[in-house]
T-cell receptor, first 111, second 112 residues
Framework: EDKVVQSPLSLVVHEGDTVTLNCSYE??????LLWYKQEKKAPTFLFML????IEKKSGRLSSILDKKELFSILNITATQTGDSAVYLC???????????FGAGTQVVVTP | SQTIHQWPATLVQPVGSPLSLECTVE??????LYWYRQAAGRGLQLLFY??????ISSEVPQNLSASRPQDRQFILSSKKLLLSDSGFYLC???????????FGDGTRLSIL
């Protein structure tokens, strides 16, 4: 059975801290891993990773994939209160693009 | 640019009543379309997906159904709602199976 596991489930940090979120996966035919940010409504797409060791970066957020150890990390540097959200990772489990999501990591950034 | 619309944003329905949630995508053609449900504090669970008009695949047995009457329209329905149908329902689209999915704002459904 395909599965995606995120850790930690939640964390609280102060503004300016760096946050590292983990996502491990077991997917029979691995194709890619995706990260989303969910505030109150729609998850918004952050990154899609397909190759090991190549960091993707967008502003203060970055992510990398390790296909040998079957995990990905999402880093947020110099956190701001606007980074408070649930961060979801997901992996397609078949050729139709069906996504298996992790339970998410809730990040709270305090001023 | 592409946009996805879902409505209503919130809905309160009695047990046993019917349901119809609608999702439309603009700015693209022949999108892959998906319905997810998110229970409180949990990840997203795929309910249905569609790769074309009239083509629906169901992932979880339940009293919900989906239809795709037009290329960019995806409808989630039920004839009789159960208490367990409460949750946050999200529609998503992608331009291809290897492309990321993009989500609508969701419908928060409460069953009384």
């Amino acid at each position: 059975e395909d599965k995606v596991v995120q850790s930690p489930l939640s964390l609280v940090v102060h503004e300016g801290d760096t946050v590292t979120l983990n996502c491990s996966y077991e997917v029979t035919n691995f194709r890619s891993l995706l990260w989303y940010k969910q505030e109150k409504k729609a998850p918004t797409f952050l990154f899609m990773l397909t190759s090991s060791g190549i960091e993707k970066k967008s502003g203060r957020l970055s992510s990398i994939l390790d296909k040998k150890e079957l995990f990905s990390i999402l880093n947020i540097t110099a956190t701001q209160t606007g980074d408070s959200a649930v961060y979801l990772c997901a992996a397609p489990t078949d050729s139709w693009g069906k996504l298996q999501f992790g339970a998410g990591t809730q990040v709270v950034v305090t001023p | 640019s592409q946009t996805i619309h879902q409505w209503p944003a919130t809905l309160v329905q009695p047990v046993g009543s019917p349901l119809s949630l609608e999702c439309t995508v603009e700015g693209t053609s022949n999108p892959n379309l998906y319905w997810y449900r998110q229970a409180a504090g949990r990840g997203l669970q795929l309910l249905f997906y569609s790769v074309g008009i009239g083509q629906i695949s169901s992932e979880v047995p339940q009293n919900l159904s989906a239809s795709r009457p037009q290329d960019r329209q995806f409808i989630l329905s039920s004839k009789k709602l159960l208490l367990s149908d409460s949750g946050f329902y999200l529609c998503a689209w992608s331009s291809g199976v290897k492309q990321p999915q993009h989500f609508g704002d969701g419908t928060r459904l409460s069953i009384l």
